[in-house]
């Protein structure tokens, strides 16, 4: 079965510094997907980033981007120039590409990363 | 706004008893999945519905079920309520298996 860790409960960052968010997983299968989702204090669940493990290049939107390496199966996210609006627990998801089996799209989460973005 | 709707918001009811949640997922969206989100597991996925059809299933106890109907929308129905079960309990949607998923912004169940 696929896992997903995150190791840092919390995190800190200062307005306008950089923070980055570790995640790795652990998966027999050669193709699939990784996610960051936002939740925020409103409880809603947000998708940041998306990466294709096919793709060797790193996904980046905007102020997020991720460091993907899939020999060491990490996956971390780095928030530059961090925002108060950043402030929100962060999980790290992993997806298999292929339908079938009990997977079928189903997401599966580390257990999330608190942010807090001091002024 | 991610398109996909639940309610109730919060539902605060007792041991013992019976809530139904409802979920309407995204226009165009065929795909729906129940995730339950408590401090100490969690984000726990549920079950997965596809037009209609269950397509996966996850941690989902004996005293919950779902289903999906024909207009698309899901309802996840939970009985003999424990403390337990009170937790977060979030809808996603997707188009395909491949698409991303869009939640809802869930419902907040308190059983006391």
């Known amino acids: 079965a696929q896992t997903v860790t995150q190791s840092q409960p919390e995190m800190s960052v200062q307005e306008a510094e950089t923070v980055t968010l570790s995640c790795t997983y652990d998966t027999s299968e050669s193709d699939y997907y990784l996610f960051w989702y936002k939740q925020p204090p409103s409880r809603q669940m947000i998708l940041v980033i998306r990466?294709?493990?096919?793709?060797?290049q790193n996904a980046t939107e905007n102020r997020f981007s991720v460091n993907f390496q899939k020999a060491a199966k990490s996956f971390s996210l780095k928030i530059s120039d961090s925002q108060l609006g950043d402030a929100a627990m962060y999980f790290c998801?992993?997806?298999?590409?292929?339908?079938?089996?009990?997977?079928?799209?189903?997401?599966?989460f580390g257990q999330g990363t608190i942010l807090t973005v001091h002024p | 706004d991610s398109g996909v709707t639940q309610t109730p918001k919060h539902l605060i009811t007792a041991t013992g008893q019976r809530v139904t949640l409802r979920c309407s997922p995204r226009?165009?969206?065929?795909?729906v999945y129940w995730y339950q989100q408590s401090l100490d597991q969690g984000l726990q996925f549920l079950i997965q519905?596809?037009?209609?059809?269950?397509?996966a299933k996850g941690n989902i106890l004996e005293r919950f079920s779902a289903q999906q109907f024909p207009d698309l929308h899901s309802e996840l129905n939970l009985s003999s309520l424990e403390l337990g079960d009170s937790a977060l309990y979030f809808c996603?949607?997707?188009?395909?298996?491949?698409?991303?998923?869009?939640f809802g912004n869930g419902t907040r169940l308190t059983v006391t």
């Open positions: 990466q294709e493990a096919y793709k060797q």
């Open positions: 226009s165009g969206d065929l795909s």
């Open positions: 998801a992993y997806r298999r590409s292929n339908a079938g089996g009990t997977s079928y799209g189903k997401l599966t």
């Open positions: 996603a949607s997707s188009v395909h298996y491949n698409s991303p998923l869009h």
């Open positions: 519905y596809y037009n209609g059809e269950e397509r």
